[in-house]
């Protein structure tokens, strides 16, 4: 599982950022990729990364503003002209319907594959059997959610060595076991496959935030999360006018961290005032407060 940030600038492209998207790549967990936001020049930034635009297989969108939503008509046609065939899903706010499908029918664009749309609201949008997908509204100048990631537990490891000395055979039936089944072997002993496991492994939490002021609810989203993405759109001493739009601050950032209880914070969505070596000077503020912080830049590759 791995982060892979394609725009980290708020607002405008600057030299240095391209405008939001984040893909988690699960290609090991079920052969795909998931894309957070989708801002103009999306499909520019994936040309340059490791994605394949048809193994993405959902498209989360926290907000309607302009840079999180204008790379999607032309993504989603590209997706087509590659002769992709498999469903997409695209989630986002009441809106999101409308946006995509006027932007393909007045430019005359014809997908190859079936496009899901679904306008969600708080709570559960997803469900499998390997992840759980929560939205939750945030506080901007329009509706706005922040996303909660959290995957199943995982079984734990089979305790092969002590089979073996049992005189359990190597093969299909370890496969059973694993799956925590009882299995009957050919001398008539019964094995139950939860006798021979290791404690669960417990599922990582990701929480991927939308465009934000502090909210009770992001103490919510963010709770004991592995890995916490959050805008830090201006400094610390710039609070007034971030929260006035909608925004957050690097130093409300990093307490919202260490109040949630997370692992790590991944900070994004800069200011274009702030360059390369400005944006050194956010990460500190946030480091400052919330030692585990690391600062997103485009095509940065995060491991989980």
């Not at 599982?1 to 699960?26: C, D, H, Q, W, Y």
């Not at 679904?118 to 922040?146: N, R, W, Y």
Request: charged share 20%.
């Amino acid at each position: 599982m791995e982060l892979i940030f394609l725009g980290t600038g708020a607002g405008t492209p600057s030299k240095e950022r391209n405008v939001s998207s984040l893909v988690l790549n699960l290609l090991s967990e079920r052969n795909s990729f998931w894309m957070f936001d989708c801002g103009e020049g999306t499909q520019h930034q994936i040309l340059h990364s490791s994605i394949r635009m048809g193994r993405l297989e959902k498209i989360f969108i926290t907000h309607l503003h302009g840079d999180h939503i204008f790379g999607l008509p032309g993504l989603l046609s590209s997706r087509s002209m590659a002769g992709s065939q498999d469903l997409l899903t695209l989630y986002g706010p009441p809106g999101i319907k409308a946006f995509v499908e006027t932007a393909l029918n007045l430019s005359g664009s014809y997908l190859t594959y079936p496009l899901e749309i679904i306008e969600i609201q708080s709570g559960k949008v997803m469900e499998d059997q390997h992840f759980c997908v929560t939205a939750l509204p945030l506080v901007h100048g329009i509706e706005s959610f922040g996303y909660r990631i959290e995957e199943a537990d995982k079984p734990g490891t089979l305790d092969a060595s002590r089979l073996l000395a049992e005189g359990v055979p190597a093969g299909p039936i370890f496969q059973r076991l694993k799956a925590g089944e009882q299995v009957q072997l050919d001398d008539g002993r019964v094995i139950n496959g939860l006798d021979y496991l290791g404690p669960a492994q417990k599922g990582r939490v990701l929480a991927i935030f939308g465009d934000t002021s502090p909210s009770d609810t992001s103490l919510v989203i963010a709770k004991d999360a592995d890995v916490m993405v959050h805008e830090t759109t201006l400094e610390a001493s710039m609070a007034e006018q971030a929260n006035s739009r909608g925004h957050s601050t690097t130093q409300q950032t990093a307490e919202l961290a260490k109040a949630a209880g997370a692992k790590r914070l991944i900070i994004t969505h800069f200011s274009a005032r702030y360059g390369a070596e400005e944006s050194l000077r956010l990460l500190a503020e946030c480091q400052a407060i919330f030692p585990q912080t690391e600062m997103a830049s485009d095509l940065a590759v995060f491991a989980l």
